[in-house]
């Protein structure tokens, strides 16, 4: 019996990518629909989105009733999971195959123990990696875990499949703060441990494309890009952190006045 993987879709008011997003996920994976528990995590969006989201085919419902951010919506939907595997998606992501990604995936990682994390689209960092394996239809790549060096980001929250035991080992996301810090945090959290390590098949380079880029809630990508870079040299995150405090107190300064 194939392994019970559940999916995490996190959203936040963007119905507009939301049902594309699943639609295409049921489309395009041939992973038995009794081996996967849909789990849809909303971080408080109006009562009309959540109303249409409850119509939708998830078998559980994570409906925050007041924000909480990236971190705390991701975190509901791990807790809620019973899955051996955990797929994680944002709401942006459309599945386009090959179908059968989810099966090649589990049995990766199953010959593999020591592997925690497979991600589905290429990474754009330039990362050592610690071992190459030819595998059926491209080549798998492990990447290695650096501690301290930020510029050896290998994790990120671009679709992804891991392992229960990995969640077990690395913990929850960081909450209440903003998306890049909590990327940042859990990046320093794979790097300083040697149990477990993120992959990359090349034949999953090309599994989702991301529609989210004219209705994102966040940070446009190139600012994201930037304030990851800032972060990953010496001093960085903490310059980051006094600009964003300067940032409030003059915006609430305005605001008194």
Known sequence: MLPRISVLFITYNRLVTLKPTVEAFLANTDYPRDRLELIVCDDSSPRAVQDEILTMPFDSFCLAKARGGLGRNQNNGLRRATGDYILQLQDDW????????????????SRRPELGMLFFHKNPMPLVVRETIAIDGGVLRIFENIPGDRRQQAYSDRPHLKSREFVQAL???????????????????????????????????????????????????????????????????????????????????????
């Open 94 to 109: 459309v599945c386009q195959g090959p179908s059968h990604y989810l099966r090649d995936a589990v049995e990766i990682m």
């Open 171 to 257: 913990g929850l996301y960081l909450e209440s703060r903003k998306m890049w810090e909590c990327e940042l945090e859990f990046t320093d959290r794979v790097n300083g441990q040697n149990r477990f390590f993120i992959g990359q098949s090349s034949a999953h380079e090309r599994l989702f494309s991301d529609i989210g880029a004219d209705h994102s809630h966040n940070l446009s990508s190139r600012k994201v890009k930037l304030a990851k870079k800032i972060s990953s040299y010496p001093g960085g995150a903490a310059a980051l952190k006094a600009y964003f405090q300067i940032k409030h107190l003059i915006k609430t300064h305005r605001r008194a006045t």
